[in-house]
């Protein structure tokens, strides 16, 4: 629903000080009895809503405020204090109580609305007595009114502009939020692209390097010892089925991707699925209490963390069994990756080769505010930990 403009929401609230201030101004001049009491009530009504009319002149300064209200009071009472005058132009002060109220602080606002009220009960007592004061009722009863709606009127603006701040912030998140997330799966793609580079070069680059130094040496023994040439043959032969071999393995389980709309322990049991088929060592799953409202950056992180975490299984540990287990509880999720192999001898960042794929996990861990570790595993082995916060604001996609 479209909100009306301030502008034009002024224009709206003037439509019926035009009329109220025209009514008024009718009635009150056929009341009155004389050509001189009507001209000077004339003049006497001209000049307050001219005043009245002109408030964008005035009203954003407070000292002019009081000033205006002050003429605008001293111009009612003349009127209510001509012959006949306390019958309708009373109703003058119907005009002034939502504008003290609308211009002014709130206490500031109802000492006006005092001030009329008490202009118009000695204008009663002096024209009617005591009784005059039973006339008074209603009237101050309408100015403490008609005050309220114009304090209403100013708070329901002051909300509009809070609401329409609150939602220039909040758009403002969403689309950093939107940048943030864009840049946590650009950060992973990178990462992911890393990995690979360095399973290659780890594996099949340095299987290659060596069958191309030994076949070069094949080459220069070939005429002078054809034998042992043949025998450097036979051994890169053998080294490279086995590059094939890991290669395969390797390819198997990059293969395996999180897909937008496939659960988390679906994913997981999948990949575990195609590492036991790949690599034959037995995976033992617990993913009873896995979460599956996860939204898709944290899938697939925790999905790229089991699959890091079974690879350099498969190429470090010498382990013949490994286990995978998702903990969520304590406003956070955890998953541990761990088997009953050799053990990391140093720390994964200090560790030979780099392992780009465990300091990845550790830079998006940390992005998404988590953490990430590698620990010796209880009973002997290595237990990689991948925990994310869940009471922090999840990045949404």
């Known amino acids: 629903m479209e909100m009306i403009s301030h502008t034009t929401r002024n224009r709206l609230l003037n439509i019926p000080l035009v009329l109220a201030m025209a009514a008024v101004s009718i009635a009150g001049l056929l009341d009155l009895n004389t050509s001189s009491e009507k001209l000077k009530a004339l003049i006497l009504l001209v000049a307050f809503a001219t005043i009245l009319f002109t408030q964008s002149l005035w009203h954003n300064r407070v000292i002019l405020v009081h000033i205006c209200l002050a003429v605008l009071s001293a111009l009612a009472a003349a009127l209510l204090t001509m012959p006949q005058g306390w019958n309708f132009f009373p109703i003058l002060f119907f005009l002034l109580a939502p504008l003290a109220m609308i211009h002014l602080p709130a206490k500031a606002g109802l000492v006006w609305i005092g001030l009329f009220t008490l202009i118009t009960g000695v204008v009663f007592v002096s024209v009617n007595g005591p009784t005059g004061l039973a006339f008074l009722l209603p ?20 909300n509009r502009v809070r609401t329409e701040a609150l939602l220039a912030e909040l758009q403002t998140a969403h689309q950093q939020l939107q940048a943030y997330t864009a840049r946590v799966e650009e950060l992973a793609i990178i990462q992911e692209r890393n990995r690979i580079a360095g399973e290659v070069h780890d594996s099949l680059g340095h299987r290659l390097t060596v069958a191309a130094v030994q076949l070069e040496g094949a080459q220069r023994l070939v005429r002078a010892n054809p034998e042992r040439a043949e025998k450097i043959i036979a051994t890169v032969r053998d080294q490279v089925r086995e590059g094939l071999a890991e290669l395969r393995r390797t390819v198997a389980i990059l293969r395996a991707s999180v897909d937008e709309d496939l659960p988390l322990s679906a994913a997981l049991t999948r990949l575990a699925s195609q590492f036991e088929d790949a690599t034959g060592l037995p995976i033992h799953l617990n993913l009873e209490a896995c979460p599956e409202d996860l939204p898709a950056v944290y899938r697939q992180a925790f999905f790229q963390a089991a699959q890091e975490g079974l690879t350099n299984i498969q190429r470090h540990a010498k382990a013949t069994e490994a286990w995978l287990n998702l903990n969520p509880g304590g406003g956070q999720i955890s998953l541990l990756i761990s088997d009953n192999g050799a053990g990391i001898p140093v720390p994964p960042d200090a560790a030979p080769g780099g392992h780009f794929g465990l300091a990845g996990l550790k830079e998006r861990a940390a992005l998404l505010g988590g953490e990430f570790y590698v620990d010796p595993r209880p009973g002997g082995g290595t237990q990689l930990t991948f925990r994310l916060p869940t009471t922090a604001e999840i990045p949404h996609e």
């Open 139 to 158: 009237f101050a009863a309408g100015y403490v009114f008609f005050g309220i709606f114009g304090w209403m009127t100013v708070e329901a603006d002051h």
